[in-house]
């Protein structure tokens, strides 16, 4: 029968979240270098009727921010706290595509992270 070829390779180019066991929300390479490279802080925001994540990538620290931890390979930001006060699980990890999307409520563009909970 010969040797078949495999092509099934995940492509790690497109931009991916995730919300990890340890209550830290990480980005993969292609994520940070497209929308969180510039930034060292984010709020953290939550619509609860789509059950979404809404992160606004700041770099003023007003006391009330995250810090963002920018690697050569992702970045990673403490999200426990909020994933309690939200209710969101962490107990295994979820994955999502983020996208930019403006909120007019707050009057500024959030990275959105859906990660269908």
Sequence with gaps: MGFKRFT????HNKPKAS????GVIGFNKAAR???IKDYKYCEFYYDNNNKQVGL????????HVANIRITDK?????AITFLHK???PYNKK???NP???????IATNLLILDFGI
């Design 56 to 63: 606004n990538l700041t770099n003023l620290d007003d006391g």
């Design 74 to 78: 992702d970045c990673m930001i403490p």
């Design 33 to 35: 270098n497209k929308f």
């Design 19 to 22: 919300i990890r066991t340890n």
């Design 99 to 105: 996208f930019i999307k403006y909120d007019e409520d």
């Design 8 to 11: 099934d390779i995940k492509n």
């Design 94 to 96: 979820r994955s999502c």
């Design 86 to 88: 939200y209710l969101i």
